[in-house]
């Protein structure tokens, strides 16, 4: 079956789903109508997951890390045994790997390790904690809010097509952003916890979640930090408040700083190269990723879909004229401070300010139940309420079929995937150095060879064969190679289709 037919009969299921949590809300019977919204959007993350190669991107980087770390858990490594000399600042070639912060590839390391070396395995934990995370938008805002306001913050999410294509690799940094929300949402999570009944464990718990986040992607973790104190705000006594959020920042940093102590001993050059280059990214535009200052406000249409722009400028006049309720200025501290730190940063990726995307959707559902308030107080208008209802949804629904590329010529498998996979076939299971590889990590991912995207020189290959390691030379059809090839290297010929990015 055609890749479009396939992905518009799942947008055609989806449809079915929404419309069953839609129906089952409508008949007060919240439960069923989570439960409708969490099997529908798995089931989409599912079929957004299903490709059977790894994603030209950043999930090829992680998925060899985590593989690596199945052996040795405590030493990331993109090049495992690197025969060649290597510049450890290139985090797309070097042998110490700390571009990203364990926990994420430790947790895709564990999905490897149970269910197998295969795409999909790399992509299953962040296919759950992205489902997951609908439970945790709808669980607060039913907490902070109410019911209906918690299924439509929930519908939001689940129709959210760009978080959909980070928990399946489609998008640059994947399956690290993804974890990284989940864990930021639960530490806010727990705040409201907190806010609703006074305990001491969830100040302990929030503070595990945020060295969860802090061991996943960073600093920016820290922003649980103050939406919690903007949730706890008017919480008294004020010293318990205060004790309880230095004991949540206390357990965050005790939690993070082993692996900060380890990896700068153990890995001295790495560590440092890594460090000054997180830090260049707020002075500098690394990797090219210099975006302009107005590069969030113009990528929010395809995050949120059309209506987010009126929705925050709505929430924002409703919060200055006090008619929302307590609670909702906290989501517009996560959604203001995540949004103005990273415009006034030099690097500028889309998936940086996806760690507010939950409090977003509350805030676009806050303002949707406002205005159908609004609509239903005035008979002459109360029967289009409905209809606005629904014209919402589908608006924010678009992102759906963008993300599931049904239209954007996207093919499910791209014509370097077939040959790779033959001429991975090829290999012999003895130790094996291939060459000229155009997608050498997916190689070195799929098989127990080494791969190095250029041609060797002949030092190269003295020094591979000295090591006892079978030279494997991949040569395009129709052209000539750059040297004649000793007796004892096997030249294969792959077509040109292998060389396709």
Request: hydrophobic share 55%; with cysteine; charged share 15%.
């Amino acid at each position: 079956m055609p890749y479009n037919v396939q992905a518009i009969l799942v947008v055609l299921l989806a449809i079915a789903g929404f419309s069953g949590a839609t129906w089952s809300f409508l008949r007060n019977r919240p439960r069923i109508s989570l439960t409708f919204l969490l099997v529908t959007a798995l089931f989409l993350r599912l079929f957004a997951a299903s490709s059977h190669y790894l994603h030209p991107w950043d999930e090829r980087y992680h998925a060899l890390v985590a593989k690596h770390l199945i052996e040795h858990p405590l030493v990331p490594t993109l090049y495992d045994n690197p025969l060649l000399a290597y510049d450890p600042a290139d985090w797309e070639a070097n042998h110490i790997w700390l571009h990203k912060p364990p926990v994420s590839l430790w947790l895709i390391a564990l999905s490897l390790k149970f269910f197998g070396t295969t795409p999909f395995a790399v992509r299953i934990p962040s296919i759950l904690l992205s489902t997951l995370g609908i439970a945790l938008t709808w669980s607060m805002a039913r907490r902070l809010f109410s019911t209906r306001i918690a299924f439509l913050a929930a519908l939001f999410h689940a129709l959210c097509g760009i978080l959909m294509a980070q928990s399946s690799g489609w998008f640059s940094t994947d399956h690290a952003d993804t974890i990284f929300i989940f864990f930021i949402e639960l530490g806010v999570f727990f705040a409201v916890l907190q806010r609703e009944r006074f305990r001491w464990r969830y100040a302990i718990l929030a503070g595990i979640a945020m060295g969860l986040a802090l061991l996943t992607k960073w600093a920016a973790a820290f922003v649980i930090l103050p939406v919690w104190l903007a949730l706890m705000w008017d919480v008294r006594p004020y010293w318990k408040t205060a004790l309880a959020g230095l004991m949540m920042l206390a357990i965050a940093v005790a939690m993070a700083a082993p692996w900060q102590i380890y990896t700068s001993h153990a890995f001295p050059t790495e560590y440092r190269i890594e460090s000054s280059y997180n830090w260049k990214h707020l002075s500098a535009a690394v990797e090219d990723h210099d975006n302009g200052i107005l590069y969030y406000l113009r990528k929010s249409y395809e995050f949120y879909g059309v209506l987010v722009y009126p929705g925050i400028l709505v929430a924002i006049f409703l919060f200055l004229r006090r008619r929302f309720p307590k609670g909702a200025g906290a989501l517009l501290v996560w959604f203001a401070l995540t949004n103005a730190v990273f415009t006034v940063a030099a690097t500028k990726m889309g998936g940086y300010v996806l760690i507010a995307a939950p409090a977003v959707f509350i805030l676009m559902a806050l303002v949707l139940a406002w205005l159908q308030d609004q609509v239903e107080r005035r008979p002459e208008t109360r029967r289009w309420s409905g209809v606005a209802f629904m014209f919402f949804a589908v608006a924010a629904g678009v992102p759906i079929i963008q993300r599931l590329n049904v239209f954007n010529h996207i093919p499910p498998q791209p014509a370097w995937v077939a040959p790779l996979h033959a001429l991975e076939r090829r290999l012999s299971n003895t130790p094996t150095v291939v060459f000229n590889d155009p997608h050498s990590i997916e190689t070195m991912f799929d098989t127990k060879a080494i791969a190095y995207g250029t041609l060797p020189t002949a030092e190269d290959l003295h020094n591979v064969c000295a090591a006892g390691y079978a030279i494997v030379i991949i040569h395009e059809q129709g052209k000539a190679l750059e040297f004649i090839a000793p007796d004892n290297v096997s030249v294969i010929e792959a077509p040109a289709a292998l060389w396709e990015k």
